[in-house]
């Protein structure tokens, strides 16, 4: 079995357990093939190769273990999630160095169930970013064309999951960093219900907005890893108590009578030439099917990109006070005095795009201010959400595009951030809301030659209903070549 790094990730799991592959053959497969793709796709910043071959052996001595349903199999996890004795950097230059003392909980989890971590995946710094071109270590390159963007900020993760690294990975989702990566990539990309799936270990960007969550390239695969890392930790204040399901259990809907709308503030938008025509090809698809589409109205939507980035760039820049030049990471050398320590060790250290969104935020914080901006977008958040909760009344889920743009080309926007942000129009609303959604592919662009992508969201702790419901859409649109 040459291309054992083909197998999805529910195939792994089914050949390891069998004994037809073992754990250290697996690993060595994913190893192998990061080092073969690395140079062009440049997905990770770290790679285990030593430890994640000597966990896989420590796996074949003790044995295939029913009790951990990701046994062997080979991951990646985002640079943000802390790794005990691992460095975590967040892709930026403070934390070029920093070795955390713990592991984040989802790193926990994912160890407990038998997963073997491989390498740590590239992305905007700090997650501040829709292309992973903000890294610090140098962009991520689209595995469909290696002079497109991967999106991000989890590019990283999708980039890897795509190129075959591994069959499955984790990223986090602040404003569409799962969600949009996926779809750019071409891969399957879930953000659970905020507060499912815990923030502890998680390098914080905004903690009110912040979602961990699987990459893979089938839905069954995401919904593997979300039913290891889904769950209560009570030291995460914002973690629900909220029952988790066992995600795997779940079978496609029944299309037929199915009701799913389409919010037509997101549906008017401008598309891609591309995208509008596979969109409208699978909403045909889907009416032939026997589904119900019904059009809805978020009327406050209009709101919500200047409503994010007041709320995220807040509370960005309380998150990021910490990094001071005094307790860990980057210090500047030979300051004068205090005040130049702070102020030194930040402009040396931190990017252009994460200086700008502490700037946006500390305003929108400061005396004078607050009530304008940060309590009013509050509210407005708060209207957004009771929209979302309004429209899925009456449907049993939503269905918008993903991105009004198909990956595009490097330093398209560098100099345009505005522009940038706009993009996020199909995405960040979620997070504003709470809810859960899930992003996977349903084609290539006939001129681009580039995947295509649909968003489904569902209802808070709904994951079950939205997997579901993304199996059956698997059947009509099938994983891309």
Known sequence: MNEIYKLTLTEVV???????????EMISAALARIEVTEPNLKACLTILGDQALSAARKLDQDGPDPTRPLWGVPVTVKDVFCTKGIRTT???RYLENYIPAYDAQVVIKLRQAGAVIVAKTNLDEFAMGSSTEFSAFGPTRNPWNLTKVPGGSSGGAAASVVAFQTPGA????????????????GCVGLKPTYGRVSRYGIVAYGSSLDQAGPLARRVRDCASLLSVIAGYDDRDATSSLHQTDDYTTAQPVTLRGFKLGLPQELWNIKLDPDIEDALKNALKILEETGVELRSVNLPHLKYSVAAYYILATAEASTNLARY????YGHRSNNPQDLTELYMASRSEALGPEVRRRILLGTFALSAGYYDTYYKKAAQVRRLIRDDYYQALTDCDLLITPVSSLLAWDFGSFIQDPLTLYQLDLMTLP???AGLPALALPVTLGKTSGLPVGLQLIGRPFDEINIISAGLALEELFPPLR
């Open 14 to 24: 089914e050949k390891l357990k069998s004994r037809q592959i073992s754990a250290t």
């Open 90 to 92: 967040a892709a930026s």
């Open 170 to 185: 984790l990223g986090t989702d602040t404003g569409g960093s799962i969600r949009q990566p996926a779809t750019l990539c």
């Open 324 to 327: 001071d030049g005094v307790r």
């Open 430 to 432: 979620v997070n504003l």
